[in-house]
């Protein structure tokens, strides 16, 4: 795989002198790019499908998401299920290699992957109707009710998820198509989320892209192999579900009309970042620690004990309380019976190994008292199983999604 500095070092090669650029995928999709153009070179960056943990979760953001949630039909039972995960499975690991899946017509419309990445996750039904309700975690449940909540059905819990994440829009669309239609037998489409964040290119290595507030927004993250080990794969319990995870979907309407009326001061202070490098109000860079005991020459805290960050940053005595937040842009165009000029908002996807635990606790304090929550709302909310990686190469590992949690 390259990676995204790996992209941005080709692309300047490639611009300094037309230099061979080489793409490989650990799966032996190697591409060689002979005089390569950048874009080439982004259409054909292959992330590896295969592995104890599914792709999509720690893997860098790609610029575009398309997030589907499906009921599984009437009638469908465990055999069923089954067909459909190998089917799933299989048409995934082709697309995201760049190759035509079976029973795909379209040959050209998959071949520059451009980071695909397919991730599977299961609703708390799909263990019901799979037969298997005692394998169903018991975090696997719907995020309990907060004050503020103004959630709409439309977005709520469903038996299955498929996040599909690419840095080409065209892919993603074909991808998304493809996975839909090959599952039409199954399941039907419960929503469809789409986002996006800046593009592949328009930021700096390892910048950290924009939301619609104009904050950069993922800063604070698990990186580290021993971070996303301590706060996001599961390491206990059945083997089914090790190296699984937790996503969390919460959709959130962001206000813009409103917080463009706000200075850009009171802006930073909801947040307790600087808009413009994102770093704390107490000084130094974006990623330099926030400095909470700090006060002004009033004796007033730089940073707002009721800003987000200080809401949202692990309490004294609970470092479990951390997420992976993975979390894109939506901007649809505005309902017409409003006077509101946007219809805008976060797809906020967060992993973690157990919501009861992490992001509960975390939402709660925010539902309680954050600066932010005059300009956002809750409208949606759906938990998921991520169930581990697979290799049909390893016979220690699933060779479908849920294989594990499904045979036997
Ligand atoms: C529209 C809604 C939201 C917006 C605009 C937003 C924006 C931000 C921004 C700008 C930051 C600071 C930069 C960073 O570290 O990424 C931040 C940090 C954070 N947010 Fe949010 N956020 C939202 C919702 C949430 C929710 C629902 C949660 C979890 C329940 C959450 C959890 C966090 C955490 C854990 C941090 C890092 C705190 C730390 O410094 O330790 N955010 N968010």
Known sequence: MLTRRGFLTGATVVAGGGALAACTSREGGVQSVAQASTSAVLAQQVVPFDGARQAGVSTPHQANLNLVAFTLRPGVDRTAIKRLMRLWTEDARQLTRGRTPLGSLEPEMATRPANLTITCGFGSRFFDISGIPERRPRWLHPIPAFTRDKLD????????????C??????????????IRSGVNYVSTRWFQSGFLNANGVLDDGETPRNLFGQKDGTVNPRSEEDLS???WIDEGPASIRDGTCMVVR?????????????????????GRTLGSGAPLTGGGEFDEADYGAVDDRGLPVIDPASHMARAKPPEGHPEQVILRRVYNYDLEPDPTSELLSNSGLVFICFQ?????????????????????QWITHIG????LVPP????????????????LLEG
């Open 153 to 164: 059905e439309r977005w709520g819990e469903a038996d299955l998820v498929l996040q599909v």
């Open 166 to 179: 690419s840095d080409d829009p065209v892919t993603l669309s074909h991808a998304t198509r493809h996975m």
């Open 230 to 232: 301590g706060s996001v």
């Open 251 to 271: 959709r959130i309407a962001m206000d813009l009309d409103d917080w463009e009326i706000l200075d850009r001061g009171s802006r930073e202070v909801s947040v």
């Open 353 to 373: 190994k157990d919501p009861d635990q992490q992001f509960t606790p975390i939402q709660r304090r925010l539902d309680e008292m954050d600066r932010l929550n």
């Open 381 to 384: 909310s759906a938990v998921f």
């Open 389 to 404: 990686g697979t290799d049909p190469e390893d016979p220690l590992r699933d060779d479908y999604w849920g294989a594990g």
